[in-house]
């Protein structure tokens, strides 16, 4: 029995007794106190059979509410909280038969934590999927998703090609509008989560439930699957972002404005250079105290300012393509946004010198079998979409020419795993940077670093990994039938979603990348376990170095300080004592040495053979190299 187990039974016994207790024993008009020192005494005095005996197969828990002390909120039901609260004995006799049902646990206990509030899901044994027909999905709880959208309707031909925008209003009237007869292939690629755009696109496609419950879900596993109508994708995109974004840095960023404000009105009082250190002392102070009570290190906490203008050695985009709002980085991809954690690691990121971070979103994709394409992004459409399209609208390359859904989902794959590649090269050159540093002066704080920077790589590969295994499914899902077949038989609606043999090559230099980037990542990680293993083999030689001399010193010293303490010895007569300093040298260092050579004769022993052993080596390559000369002439 647990602690709380144990502590509600003695207390619910105890309350049992006093609220039986007191409306026998106690006049109507005066109070009656009970202590527990006098409730054996009171039992004596019962006439017997008097108190009841709860018995719950008699009168279950739920069938015998007891009218609590302070009436309830209009509309509540009697939960478990109105159970056992009784003050009076009006409360006591309101109860059928006496009967009173405690709680579980009459009050919180230290020793057991209050439960946790779990994150919003629908409710356990409820319809899995999500149905588009229905207004609310087929779940009355169901959580309102909710985001504008950008949405780009791309129509495409070898002959044509029309490119629409549309948002989350105007997308239902165009999705009533029959496709153009000319269109071979569209794209819709919608950027930004929204219920409004899911249930449209889902009613207009006949998109599966379950699929449709996976795009909203933005922790879905890296997968493929495979519905009669059109196969689902999903995965995660990994790309290099140009700064951290939270919630803590736009509240310092407003109160950088209220002390600006408040400051510029005392100018009196700060002028000049002086002013102007004293407040950017004041700000940094508040930014230190904000990041959390988990570091000290404000320079690993705060790093530096950003560029904005996407500077570096990595291409990266504007801040102004990405809506503002807390990163989802690799710490945060699978935490609660306000995890304290995740945070503190993020803001002593291994990327946080470089002034990069690596923000994490899941994507989803629909090829349907009349040869259109849907793909899902969280914030970060523009930067797949805007090369996808200028190769488009060129009419002599390939995926303008194939007119095939599936090329349009190649290249968006080929695009997440060409920003993967700038992202493990960002980690490449950090290892890099920590690696001389290691190399000339190693300590503890750069095993701090490389175990971050090894936490973030395996995060990389547990998101690249599975990709992997998607293009390889992606790939067994071929058609067997000859390209210029094939392409006539993604036009027709009358079959399922077919891989042509086009994009099952191409795919397979996607899937060259995707090992690229693994056999890279765990080279990096190699490489980090194996600075760390140097870092410690490094620091345990120089301690062992000094033990060494602490040693040396201490043999030499050793001898000395006994002749010292025997010729300090107070004795009479003691005639040594009249030499002079001479003497005692004289016996100092012979002592000494011999002392030296009975404690380290087995080193002066190997030293002498290595002396020996390399003079025997060094005689034998000249003998060689005579012979070789005598040979030549």
């Not at 250190?277 to 959390?292: C, E, I, N, P, V």
């Not at 995740?342 to 979103?361: G, H, P, Q, W």
């Amino acid at each position: 029995m647990g602690p709380c187990n144990s502590r509600a039974t003695s207390q619910q016994t105890h309350r049992l007794l006093l609220q039986i207790l007191t409306p026998l024993l106690t006049p109507p008009a005066t109070a009656f106190d009970i202590t527990p020192t006098s409730i054996p005494a009171l039992r004596k005095k019962l006439p017997p059979r008097t108190m009841p005996r709860p018995a719950r197969e008699r009168h279950p828990p739920a069938q015998i509410p007891v009218r609590p002390s302070a009436p309830p909120v209009d509309g509540a039901q009697p939960g478990p909280a109105h159970f056992g609260q009784l003050t009076t004995s009006k409360t006591l006799n309101s109860a059928r038969d006496g009967i009173v049902c405690l709680p579980e646990h009459p009050r919180p206990c230290r020793t057991c934590p209050a439960p946790r509030r779990l994150p919003y899901s629908f409710a356990a044994g409820s319809e899995p999927g999500v149905d588009p027909l229905k207004p609310d999905g087929g779940h009355a709880s169901m959580p309102q998703l909710s985001a504008p959208c950008q949405i780009t309707i791309v129509d495409f031909s070898e002959d044509k090609l029309s490119i629409q925008n549309k948002d989350n209003s105007s997308l239902g009237s165009f999705l009533e509008v029959p496709q153009p007869k000319w269109a071979k292939c569209r794209w819709i690629n919608v950027n930004g989560l929204s219920w409004d755009v899911i249930q449209l696109l889902g009613k207009h496609k006949s998109l599966h439930k379950l699929a449709v419950e996976d795009i909203m879900n933005t922790r879905s596993r890296t997968k493929a699957e495979w519905y009669p109508t059109h196969a689902f994708i999903v995965l995660t995109l990994q790309r290099l972002d140009d700064t951290y974004r939270d919630s803590d840095d736009e509240s310092s960023d407003s109160d950088e404005a209220d002390d600006t404000s408040s400051h510029a009105s005392n100018r009196s009082i700060f002028s000049g250079k002086t002013g102007k250190y004293s407040r950017k002392l004041l700000r940094r102070l508040k930014r230190t105290f904000r990041a959390g009570k988990f570091s000290s290190d404000t320079t690993l906490e705060g790093g530096k300012d950003w560029p904005q203008d996407g500077s570096g050695p990595y291409p990266r985009a504007s801040r102004s393509e990405y809506p503002e709002g807390p990163t989802r980085t690799l710490r945060r991809y699978h935490a609660a946004p306000d995890d304290p954690i995740a945070r503190f690691m993020d803001r002593n990121s291994a990327l946080i010198s470089k002034n990069y971070t690596v923000a994490c979103e899941q994507v989803s994709m629909f090829i349907t079998n009349d040869n259109t394409i849907i793909s899902f992004f969280e914030e970060s459409a523009e930067v797949i979409e805007a090369p996808i399209i200028q190769r488009l609208q060129t009419s002599d390359t390939i995926i303008r020419h194939s007119c095939d859904a599936s090329m349009v989902g190649h290249a968006v794959l080929d695009g997440i795993i060409d920003l993967a590649i700038q992202v493990a090269s960002c980690y490449r050159d950090a290892i890099g940077d920590i690696e001389p540093e290691v190399l000339t002066h190693p300590n503890i704080g750069h095993t701090k670093k490389l175990y971050i920077l090894t936490s973030e790589i395996n995060a990389l590969i547990s998101f690249i990994n599975p990709i992997t295994t998607l293009i390889q499914a992606l790939r067994d899902h071929k058609t067997d039938m000859a390209l210029d077949k094939a392409m006539a038989k993604i036009l027709d609606p009358n079959h399922d979603p077919i891989i042509t043999t086009l994009t099952y090559t191409y795919l397979g230099d996607v899937l060259d990348h995707c090992v690229l980037i693994t056999d890279t990542l765990n080279r990096l990680k190699s490489s980090a376990d194996g600075m760390i293993g140097l870092i410690f083999n490094t620091i345990s030689a120089h301690q062992n170095e000094s033990m060494k001399q602490l040693t040396t010193a201490t043999i030499i010293f050793l001898p000395l300080t006994f002749i010292t303490g025997y010729f300090g010895q107070n004795f009479a007569p003691f005639t040594v004592l009249e030499q002079d300093i001479g003497y005692f040298w004289k016996i100092a260092v012979p002592v000494v040495f011999a002392t030296i050579i009975l404690l380290q004769r087995e080193a002066i022993v190997d030293y002498c053979k290595a002396i020996f052993q390399r003079r025997y080596l060094w005689e034998l390559k000249k003998r060689r190299s005579d012979r070789r000369n005598k040979k030549r002439v």
